[in-house]
């Protein structure tokens, strides 16, 4: 339910202002006794925003040209002077060379962008964006601005989170907090609807990354419940089909076409996507040139090219449904939000997916900037949101590196802060020595949901001292206290000693080279060990390792022992033992699986599955909720 005064895909209690006057501005903030303003920036893949609160509600900043969306793009022209936003846009198609665009999606990597002859990481690029941002509020508000909350996925890890901040210090802007997208999403419409408890599923799918939140508020309190997400999907993907498709129908390779033939063609195609927002079919037509030819596209012919990234859609959605231990019927409201969610297909998906009609009250281009307008506002202690209470949980599990059993020595993740824990978070786990008279024990601080500890993130590491004494004598325990701000606290201590090493970790950055992902590729693909000789012993032992990072748990625990128990039936090697560990690994295999991917959370699964879920009578309302019935006529997935 909306409250009185906002509008249907509007983007705020009013449309934003025009720019106020300086003497104004600095007598409000005299008057809320705060210095400087906070502003708020939604860093986008394809767009980004600014929003700052005044009075009494979040305002977007208008750019030079009005617009409250700013394309994140960057050119380089010819003159050496730097472009972003619209005109950098337009120059992707005519000057590719000297252009980018979709540097989001590779933040907190090593990758290179060379523009007119200059070099720039990804974070140097978002750097400029963010600067164009703070000088459009600057000049809006007739203040400078020197403090800013910026928006990240929720699914972004630690190092995409540092490079965030770096690009924030390298604008010129203090960024004391990274605020999840969903978040942001999820204050915009609890502080305009305010008539209701909610539990909010919020579907983020913009440019370039999707992510999706279970969020419960009641009164004053949100708290986020679980995330998942997918960084490599958005709106840019459908661009690339749309482009492949129009390849093989006038016998082209996409991969062949100069840079600017690929550039027009995506820039065709992505204008094509948004025609069929409002229009049954469009045309793709390129006249001449290289990649001359037509296309006639529909949504039903971009559904039906576009399978694979609808199926990639889904998994998130399942998977935060478990997390949460969440059932459909508990989901009071669905929030879009991302500009990608405007797409009818995306919209048709979901209602066939979740079986109910999936409205979008605020315009899903400006949700996510609204909120962190409103956070901007918190951030000031302003006396209409001061009393807002938000909590965020860790998005990724945190822990370290332990050996595994004899018949593998590889060291895999033990998890200490598993994904989806309440923030404020602190956790405690002893461990043991190894080896007789060991008087070193390395604990390793890792990020990620991986089964070997090689294939997570490596925030940093700590080394304690322990008295020689026989294997498994001696044993430390190691304590994460991680906040809300991404502070990451590990203290190490020895009882037997008293010793206690404490590090602080604050956003390291830490980034795979080339040479380390090669290693890493190679290892993957060629296991040593005698079970992995086999292609169906590799296969489960993969489908084990898949699992591991798709659950916590109990049902992650049991994924460990199952494949303890497998390695060692392949190391008895006898064939009867080694076929009856097959057999008995992959049930237990099966059943996580349908566990961790949420089957029959959703009533578009087959419900014959539900007994993997020990789902008793009163469940069958989840196969129609709300007795909502069949997807909505005239689906285009119908």
Request: net charge negative; with cysteine; hydrophobic share 40%.
């Amino acid at each position: 339910m909306l409250r009185r005064g906002l509008v249907p895909g509007g983007c705020a209690l009013r449309p934003p202002a025009a720019s106020p006057c300086k003497a104004c501005v600095r007598k409000l903030y005299q008057k809320s006794g705060v210095d400087m303003p906070v502003i708020g920036i939604d860093l986008g893949t394809s767009n980004s925003l600014v929003s700052v609160w005044r009075e009494t509600s979040a305002e977007l900043v208008p750019n030079a040209l009005g617009s409250v969306l700013t394309p994140s793009a960057v050119s380089i022209a010819e003159d050496g002077s730097v472009l972003v936003g619209q005109a950098a846009l337009d120059r992707l198609v005519c000057a590719p060379e000297y252009s980018a665009s979709g540097f989001k999606r590779f933040m907190g990597t090593d990758k290179k962008y060379f523009l007119g002859g200059q070099t720039f990481a990804p974070e140097d690029l978002s750097a400029l964006v963010l600067r164009k941002l703070k000088d459009d509020a600057g000049q809006w508000l007739g203040e400078d601005v020197n403090e800013a909350v910026i928006s990240v996925p929720a699914y972004f890890n630690d190092a995409q989170r540092a490079a965030t901040k770096a690009a924030g210090r390298l604008a010129g802007l203090r960024v004391e907090r990274i605020l999840n997208e969903p978040s942001a999403a999820a204050l915009t419409c609890r502080l305009y609807d305010q008539s209701t408890d909610m539990k909010a599923l919020i579907f983020d799918f913009g440019g370039g990354t999707l992510d999706v939140s279970i969020v419960d508020c009641f009164e004053n309190m949100l708290s986020v419940m679980a995330v998942s997400g997918d960084n490599q999907l958005g709106g840019r993907d459908f661009d690339r089909q749309i482009a492949l498709g129009y390849c093989e129908a006038n016998g082209l390779d996409l991969d062949l076409l100069s840079p600017l033939a690929q550039a027009d063609l995506l820039q065709r195609a992505e204008a094509c996507k948004r025609e069929l927002s409002n229009r049954k079919e469009t045309l793709l037509h390129i006249a001449a040139g290289e990649a001359a030819g037509k296309l006639v596209l529909t949504n039903q012919k971009l559904i039906d090219m576009s399978g694979p990234l609808f199926q990639r859609m889904g998994t998130p959605v399942r998977r935060v449904l478990a997390d949460s231990k969440t059932r459909l019927r508990e989901i009071s409201h669905i929030i879009l939000v991302g500009g990608s969610c405007n797409m009818p297909v995306v919209q048709a998906f979901l209602s066939r997916l979740l079986r109910r009609e999936v409205g979008h009250p605020f315009s899903p281009d400006t949700v996510v900037g609204l909120g962190l307008g409103i956070y901007a506002g918190i951030r000031e202690r302003r006396e209409e949101v001061r009393d807002i209470i938000m909590t965020d949980i860790c998005p990724f599990t945190l822990g370290t590196s332990v050996v595994g059993s004899r018949e593998d020595d590889t060291l895999h993740m033990a998890s200490i802060i598993e994904r989806n824990s309440p923030l404020p978070c602190s956790r405690v786990k002893k461990f043991r020595t190894t080896t007789a008279n060991q008087t070193k024990v390395h604990v390793d601080i890792l990020q990620g949901e991986e089964f070997y500890s090689r294939d997570n993130l490596l925030l940093g590491e700590m080394t304690l001292n322990v008295p020689p004494a026989p294997a498994g004598k001696e044993c430390v325990s190691v304590r994460f206290t991680y906040d809300i701000n991404g502070l990451l606290e590990v203290e190490g201590t020895v009882p037997s000693t008293g010793e206690v090493r404490r590090e602080i970790l604050l956003g390291k950055r830490s980034g795979m080279t080339e040479e380390e992902a090669r290693q890493r590729i190679q290892a993957l693909a060629a296991l040593k060990r005698p079970p992995h000789e086999e292609e169906e012993a590799r296969a489960l032992l993969a489908w084990g390792e898949r699992l591991y990072a798709q659950t916590t748990g109990d049902e992650r625990t049991a994924v460990v022992l199952a494949v303890e128990d497998f390695l060692k039936a392949c190391a008895a090697g006898g064939p009867v033992a080694l076929a009856r560990g097959k057999k008995v690994f992959r049930e237990v295999l099966e059943r996580v699986e349908k566990f961790s991917a949420g089957y029959g959370l959703l009533p578009s699964d087959d419900m014959d599955d539900a007994d993997a879920f020990d789902v008793d009578d009163n469940d069958a309302a989840d196969a129609d909720p709300e007795g909502m019935g069949p997807p909505p006529s005239g689906s285009v997935l119908q």
